[in-house]
């Protein structure tokens, strides 16, 4: 952690220690320390004064006044200013020697500054995500599950946190019968016997390249085969391919969870047996019932169907049933939206079964769609759009993919604009951002030709430069440079952010503002100048910073790091 967050959770301490408050008191309050993007409001600002008039009972503006004799007294060497402003913000402008000190500790400590200090409790995650039946190719949608699942696995294992990335496969129940009779029907039509697909079997032409390949490898024989047979061909080349698709999009699982093992271990049948010993499940009209209007919902929910059929929930019970029982402190979902009046369900069952409900969280995500031209399409490679996420991927590329997939919040409706997608300008914000880090480098190598530089740039590359003569280097910071560190520091909010909302978009955002401090600074500073040594040590010092935080940014999101564009 770094001297900035370490002033951060000072002042919130100095808050509670100043008006006696208990964390009790302070549930559902939250206290903000935001370094601010507009120098006239100072480098830091607190609402802590705006959101602690109730519980302390007092009118803010007193409450802020109490807080800066206190902060003044108390933090001299680290705050030059503290004014209150408007109904009560606190605008802190911070010394030019933890400034001077939050380069030092970027320099030496590198993306380390902004993971979580030791004593910071450290939590173990399964998240879950994607996800898809093993009847198909990957579809467009589950591109924006995939990438909010990886940058939020990315991030809190950044942190610190223990994470676990599971994949669940549904390779049980109806689905899973109608692809083993449809790839069955497709093997005989490629040995010239009539066939017809099942009701509602699986139509796509993929079916017909995964027969023409099994006929391939059985020849005649294939007949011969059970219906079993064709299931699990078809299910583990499916998943294949699912896999191959996550691969190249960047993603790769711990575990893949298979739901069939829960039936056949009858893991789900003791769960069941479970919900009823607790009075939580019973009979009706043959079917069993989960009391879900006990826990908030409409109406109760059908488990089991009195043919003998499991709903969906039933194998889910015992799914996170399983999850909890591994021991993980948080279970995180990620699901498509139409899934929205089944968490309730979820939750419902846990709290019954005697888990802690509330360290289940389930993210959901709308709908994406393709757009192109200022038109949505429907993507078909056939007729010469997409519908598939390899097609995207083929199309623009892994980095241009996720980065355009992470391009809004979860909750809201994703437009994949493939027309920018496509461009190599600055238009295209995965170009921008990544041409930022490119140029980085190119200073760095453009001053290592200079001779009054060179020995001076070697040094700072290879960590090489004394403690003693960075101390004079940072002595020269300007309020152009401070700005950008300003910028840098806020990383530490962005992650801690999406380590406690999971909005993960944000740190896409994040990046490009980076990208545009940086292109800003570039084009209103002249880095390397020979006839001033001092200014050009700064700023080539400052260059190395941006850099560093750039890699961490990239690789946060998993994109690559190209060494020239």
């Known amino acids: 952690m770094n001297c900035i967050a370490t002033l951060k959770q000072t002042i919130i301490q100095t808050t509670k220690n100043l008006f006696k408050l208990s964390d009790e008191q302070l549930t559902g309050i939250e206290i903000k320390i935001n370094v601010d993007k507009d120098r006239s409001f100072g480098d830091v600002s607190c609402n802590a004064a705006m959101v602690l008039a109730k519980v302390v009972g007092k009118n803010p503006r007193q409450i802020a006044q109490e807080l800066i004799e206190v902060l003044k007294k108390e933090n001299a060497r680290t705050i030059k200013n503290i004014e209150v402003a408007g109904p009560g913000f606190l605008n802190l402008t911070l010394s030019d020697e933890l400034w001077q000190k939050f380069v030092l ?3 030496t400590q590198k993306a380390s500054c902004f993971k979580l200090d030791k004593d910071h409790k450290k939590l173990r995650y399964l998240i879950e995500f994607v996800s898809a039946n093993p009847t198909g190719p990957l579809h ?12 939020l696995a990315r991030v809190l294992t950044f942190l610190g946190h223990t994470v ?8 049980a129940g109806n689905q899973i019968k109608l692809l083993g009779l449809s790839l069955q029907a497709r093997c005989q039509e ?3 016997i009539p066939a017809q ?16 390949e099994c006929v391939a490898e059985f020849g005649q024989d294939i007949m011969q085969k059970d219906e079993a047979f064709f299931t699990n061909y078809a299910k583990e080349h499916l998943l294949q391919i699912q896999k191959h698709d996550l691969k190249n999009y960047g993603i790769e ?20 047996k479970l919900l009823q010993e607790k009075d939580l499940a019973y009979e009706k009209d043959g079917a069993l019932w989960f009391r879900s209007t006990q826990f908030g919902d409409d109406k109760d929910r059908v488990v089991r169907k009195s043919t003998g059929e499991l709903t969906y929930i039933a194998a889910d019970i015992a799914y996170h049933k399983d999850k909890f029982d591994r021991g993980y402190d948080i279970l995180i979902d990620i699901l498509g939206h139409d899934h929205h009046g089944y968490v309730n369900r979820l939750k419902a069952t846990m709290a019954g079964l005697g888990y802690p409900a509330d360290h289940l969280e389930v993210l959901l995500y709308q709908l994406v769609t393709i757009k192109q031209n200022d038109v949505i399409v429907k993507m078909s490679k056939r007729a010469g759009v997409f519908t598939k996420l390899s097609d995207v991927i ?15 919040k979860a909750e809201a409706h994703l437009e994949f604009d493939l027309e920018t997608a496509l461009k190599k300008t600055e238009e295209n914000p995965v170009f921008y951002i990544q041409y ?22 070697e040094s700072l590359r290879n960590k090489k430069i004394t403690t003693q003569e960075l101390e004079k280097v940072v002595t020269h910071l300007s309020g152009e440079e401070i700005e950008v560190l300003k910028k840098i520091a806020s990383l530490n909010d962005i992650l801690t952010t999406i380590a406690t909302s999971y909005q993960t978009h944000i740190l896409a955002h994040y990046a490009w503002e980076l990208a545009h401090k940086f292109h800003h600074y570039y084009a209103n500073n002249r880095i390397i100048d020979v006839s001033d040594i001092q200014k050009t040590q700064v700023r080539l010092l400052m260059i190395v910073l941006i850099r560093q935080s750039f890699e961490t940014c990239l690789q946060l999101l998993g994109l690559s790091t190209p060494e020239k564009m």
């Open 105 to 107: 500790e970027l320099y």
């Open 253 to 272: 699982f711990d575990q893949w969870f298979s739901e069939k093992t829960l039936h056949d271990t009858g893991r789900v049948a003791q769960a069941l």
């Open 436 to 457: 930022a880090y490119v140029r980085t480098n190119s200073l760095l190598a453009k001053a290592a030709e200079q001779e009054s530089l060179s020995s001076y740039v």
């Open 197 to 212: 697909l099942p009701e509602e079997g699986y139509a796509g032409e993929y079916m017909v390249d995964l027969a023409r």
């Open 394 to 408: 083929d199309e623009v590329g892994t980095d241009v993919a996720r980065f355009f997939y992470l391009n809004r």
């Open 140 to 151: 467009l949608g589950h591109g924006r599950g995939g990438i909010i699942g990886d940058i």
């Open 190 to 192: 490629q040995l010239g």
């Open 164 to 171: 676990q990335k599971e994949f669940y496969i549904n390779d």
